[in-house]
Structure formats: structure tokens, C-alpha cells
């Protein structure tokens, strides 16, 4: 909150009243001594604006008579514009103890957009239920602060349905747009392409449907771009390939985009995170598409009909890697021994593919930083050769089940460390020993389905503690 110190604060409203009483000559003795120096149709505005989110009986007396002064109530902040107060953020939701909150009957007073210098605009959890007269953001109004707002953000406000109003591509000062988490729907506007100075686009988990307009690829102050956890559709446009300044691209979890990756993609190289997850991409994971994403920390792929293999990828080049989530994407091939260049990997994530071939357990082991290595569900064959100092650091977040012509050495028994649903080797000749009958048992005939808990909690857990620490650190670098 920019606020003067009191005494300059005192003075400025005594010299507005001032001019009201000699330029205007307008009868203001109701007025009060102590009132702050703010335009009636400002401050009209405001409450307008707030008893529209938070109800008519809402009055003010939180705010009243000072908005822009010491106030109890968290999410209105203001600016002084020659000698006035105005405006400039104002954000609805339950984020602080003393938030301003929504009603069971929000609606956008039309006063919002007389707000003449705001800059930052957020609701948050305010339209939380469907009515059956659904709510849409307005799609007039936002002609009126074109000039001024540089952030927009709506979260978390499932009833608040329609299309992302074309309105909102005039906003040609607008930093950051975030759509996240409501009940949008219809297809993503190529007009945003107008918005020429977004470093944020988040329009995730709604319900758009359609292409992904190849004109985003103009934005290219764009910093993030998250368009997951809607239902979009068609191919991933090459013209994305010219956001080189992007450092998120998230697609993940709309299902139904398809084809090939552009190989333009490997123009992203100030990428850390690709998250194209629960999708329908083929044409196997290829070279040209990665080589250039060389600041690439996750690369995040799971849960696509991929295919192809891992051996033509210089992994070499993806030095700064820390996940590496590759379950269920119709791998085949052998686990290269380049693999153990990715010298910064924690997570290996190559469950659940086609994947032949012994595993390079030497190479895998010597990643400083690995802590999980999911192999399950694969064809891979002969003797785990990781020492036991490896089980027992990886614990629960080594799994290798599925797996039927791979074993782990008999001595491994006695540690106690025996990988989960592996059996032990047998040497030529060897009778079948009574105890690990079990073992054998659960992996070869199907009783026990080890892949639907290839990831059990405590591994979600530090999938997402790893997701945060990229997210933070892309923030920091964002802004
Ligand atoms: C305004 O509302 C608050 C509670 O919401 C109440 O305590 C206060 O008396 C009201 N003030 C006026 C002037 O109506
Ligand atoms: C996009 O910008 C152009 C030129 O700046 C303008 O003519 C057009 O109306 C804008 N389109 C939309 C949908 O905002
Ligand atoms: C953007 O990408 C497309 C397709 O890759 C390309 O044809 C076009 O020239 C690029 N535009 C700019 C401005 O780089
Ligand atoms: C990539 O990142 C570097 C270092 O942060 C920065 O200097 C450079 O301008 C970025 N490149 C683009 C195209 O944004
Ligand atoms: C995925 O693509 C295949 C064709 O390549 C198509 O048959 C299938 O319906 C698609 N799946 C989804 C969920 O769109
Ligand atoms: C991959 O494995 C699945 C079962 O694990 C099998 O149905 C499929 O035919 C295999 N595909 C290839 C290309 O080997």
C-alpha cells in the first residue's frame, strides 16, 4: 500500500477542500475535515465495485472514510495522481484473515471499470457454485482501463462460465493474464495475440476447447504459457518456437492434443520446465525437438501414445535436468548408458513402456542427485547390479516390478534390501528356493497388480515438492 506519511496526507486534503471551496464555489460543509482527498466518483466507484462482489450489505465502514489509509481490510491499494487518491489494486478473495469476500450472489458491477488507474485486478474463489442464470466475465467495460490495467487474474470461480470475452485483448498494457481454475469455456481467442506485452499467460483448467491459436506464437515477451488441464485439441503450432524467452511451457492434461512435437520447439532454449503430460502426442521423442532446450530442469511427458525410443536423444546436452518423467509413453528400445550424463537428475520416471535390454545400473547409481527410479511395467532382462547402498537410499521410490526376466542377485536377501516384486536370480541349474516362491509368484501370475500402485504417496509427495521448487524458482526468475 503506497501511503503518505500523515502530516502530507492532513495537508493535502486541507488543499483539496480548498480548491473545491474557491474553484467550484460548490456548498461542501457536510463534508468532513478528515475525509481523504479522493474523487467522489472514484470513491463511488470503489464501493460500487466491492458491494457488487460482496453484497449490498456491505457498507463501507471498513474503508469508510479513508480507502486509501490505514484500513483493516487487505486487498485495495492506491496511488496519489496529481494531489488524488486513486485505485490501482484491488483483489477479492479469501487470501489474508480480513479479505474482502463474496457473497452467494457476487456480480461485476459495472462501476469496476470506472475505476480510472487500476492497475491489478484479482477475484478469487468468489463465483464458487453454478447458478441457474450463469455469470460471465463482462465483455464490455475493459475499453474503459485499456490504458491502465497490467494484471487480471480470475482463480478458482467454477461458476463463472462462458467465453474469455474479446474484451480483454484491448487490454494492450496487460503484463500478466491469468484464467485459472473457473468453468470457461469455447475456444481460446486468437485476439490475445494483441496483448503484445504479456510475460504470463495462464488459462488452465477450464473447459476451452479447439486448436491452440498458431498466433500465440507472436507473443514473445511470453514467459509462461499454461494452457493445461483444459480439453484443446489439433497439433502443437510450430510458431510456438518463436517464444524463445519462455521459460514454462505447460500443456499437460488436456487429453486430446495430438501429432507430432515441432522440432521448431528447439528454439525454447531458456526452457526449464516442458510439461506435456495426459495428452495424445506421437512420432516418438526426437532429437531436433530437444537439442536446443538445453536449460531444460523437467521435462515432463508421461501418459502419451509417444513412442520411439531413447537412444538418439543427446542427453548429453540436458545438463541442468532434474526430472525426467517419462511413464507410459510406448518406449521401446534399450536405456542408454548416456543416460548417467544427466548429472543433475533426481527423478527417472521410464515406467510402464516397452523398454528391453539390461538396465545400466552402474551409470543410474552414479547421479549424485537421483533419488527416484521408476522402471516397472518393461520388458528389461538380466541381473539388478545396483549396490545395496542404492536400495536402501531409494527405499520405496526404486520400483522395478513388471519386469518378468529381471532379477536381482540371491546375496541381496540377506540385506534385507530386495527390490519389491523382482525375484532373485537363479544360477544355471539352481532348484527354485521355497522362500521367495511369493516373490515369484506375485510377479508372474498376475494376482497382484503391481502397476496401479506404481505411485504410492510418499512418492506424489516428492514429485510435488520438486514441482514447487521449480515453480518458485521460475517465479523468481519471471519477475
Ligand atoms: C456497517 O456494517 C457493520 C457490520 O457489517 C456494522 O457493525 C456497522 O454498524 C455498520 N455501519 C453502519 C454505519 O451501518
Ligand atoms: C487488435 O489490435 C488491432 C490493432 O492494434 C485492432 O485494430 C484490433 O481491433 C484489435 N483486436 C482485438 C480483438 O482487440
Ligand atoms: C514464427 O514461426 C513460424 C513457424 O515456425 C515462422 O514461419 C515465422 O517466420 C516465425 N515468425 C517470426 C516473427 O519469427
Ligand atoms: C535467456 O536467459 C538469459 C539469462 O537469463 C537472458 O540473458 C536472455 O536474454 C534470455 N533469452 C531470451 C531470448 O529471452
Ligand atoms: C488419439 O489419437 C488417435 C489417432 O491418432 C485417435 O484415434 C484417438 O481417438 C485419440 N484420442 C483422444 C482421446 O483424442
Ligand atoms: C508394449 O507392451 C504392451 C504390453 O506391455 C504390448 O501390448 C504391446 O504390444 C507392446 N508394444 C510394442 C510395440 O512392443
Redesign the pocket.
Known amino acids: 500500500m503506497d501511503s503518505l506519511p500523515t502530516p502530507s496526507k492532513a495537508m493535502l486534503s486541507g488543499f483539496v477542500v480548498w480548491v473545491l471551496l474557491s474553484a467550484c464555489g460548490v456548498a461542501v460543509g457536510q463534508r468532513q475535515a478528515d475525509s481523504s482527498p479522493m474523487d467522489e466518483v472514484e470513491r463511488d466507484a470503489l464501493f460500487s465495485a466491492i458491494r457488487g462482489f460482496v453484497g449490498d450489505g456491505w457498507n463501507g465502514s471498513d474503508l469508510y472514510p479513508d480507502p486509501c489509509g490505514w484500513t483493516p481490510i487487505q486487498g485495495v491499494s492506491c496511488d496519489v495522481y496529481n494531489g488524488l487518491w486513486y485505485i490501482t489494486a484491488l483483489s477479492i478473495g479469501p487470501i489474508h484473515d480480513n479479505s474482502l469476500i463474496c457473497s452467494e450472489n457476487p456480480v461485476f458491477a459495472p462501476q469496476l471499470f470506472e475505476l480510472a488507474r487500476l492497475k491489478s485486478f484479482s477475484l478469487y474463489s468468489c463465483f464458487v457454485q453454478q447458478k441457474a442464470d450463469p455469470v460471465s466475465i463482462p465483455s464490455s467495460g475493459w475499453e474503459k482501463i485499456v490504458g491502465t490495467l497490467e494484471s487480471l487474474e480470475f482463480r478458482s470461480n467454477p461458476g463463472l462460465v462462458g467465453r474469455l470475452p474479446?474484451?480483454i485483448?484491448?487490454l494492450?498494457r496487460l503484463d500478466s493474464l491469468v484464467v485459472l481454475d473457473n468453468g470457461l469455456n469455447g475456444e481460446l481467442?486468437s485476439?490475445l495475440?494483441?496483448l503484445t506485452r504479456l510475460r504470463r499467460l495462464v488459462l488452465s483448467w477450464n473447459s476451452f476447447t479447439g486448436p491452440i491459436p498458431s498466433e500465440y506464437g507472436r507473443l514473445t515477451e511470453l514467459l509462461i504459457l499454461d494452457l493445461s488441464g483444459n480439453s484443446l485439441s489439433g497439433h502443437v503450432p510450430p510458431s510456438l518456437g518463436n517464444l524463445t524467452s519462455l521459460l514454462k511451457l505447460d500443456l499437460s492434461n488436456n487429453q486430446r492434443l495430438s501429432g507430432n512435437l515441432p522440432e521448431q520447439l528447439n528454439n525454447l532454449r531458456n526452457l526449464t520446465l516442458l510439461d506435456l503430460r495426459e495428452n495424445n502426442f506421437t512420432g516418438g521423442l526426437t532429437q531436433p525437438t530437444f537439442e536446443g532446450m538445453v536449460s531444460l530442469e523437467g521435462m515432463l511427458l508421461s501418459d502419451n501414445p509417444l513412442g520411439g525410443g531413447l537412444e538418439d536423444i543427446a542427453w548429453e546436452d540436458l545438463k541442468r535436468l532434474e526430472i525426467l518423467d517419462l511413464d507410459n509413453l510406448r518406449l521401446t528400445g534399450t536405456i542408454p548408458k548416456s543416460i548417467s550424463s544427466l548429472e543433475s537428475l533426481r527423478y527417472l520416471g521410464l515406467g510402464n513402456n516397452n523398454l528391453t535390454g539390461p538396465l545400466p545400473a552402474d551409470e543410474i547409481s552414479s547421479l549424485p542427485c537421483i533419488n527416484t527410479v521408476h522402471v516397472n511395467g518393461n520388458d528389461l532382462v538380466g541381473e539388478l547390479k545396483f549396490p545395496e547402498w542404492f536400495y536402501r537410499k531409494l527405499g520405496a521410490r526404486f520400483s522395478a516390478w513388471n519386469n518378468p526376466n529381471l532379477c536381482y542377485p540371491a546375496e541381496l536377501r540377506s540385506t534385507g534390501m530386495q527390490p519389491n516384486g523382482v525375484s532373485p536370480c537363479r544360477r544355471p541349474g539352481e532348484e527354485e528356493i521355497d522362500g521367495n516362491s511369493k516373490a515369484r509368484l506375485d510377479d508372474g501370475d498376475g494376482d497382484v497388480d503391481w502397476s496401479s500402485s506404481s505411485r504410492s504417496k510418499p512418492e506424489s509427495i516428492i514429485i510435488i515438492i520438486l514441482w514447487l521448487i521449480i515453480l518458485f524458482r521460475l517465479l523468481h526468475r519471471g519477475t
Do not use: A, F, R, Y
Open positions: 474479446p474484451g485483448s484491448l494492450q481467442p485476439s495475440t494483441n
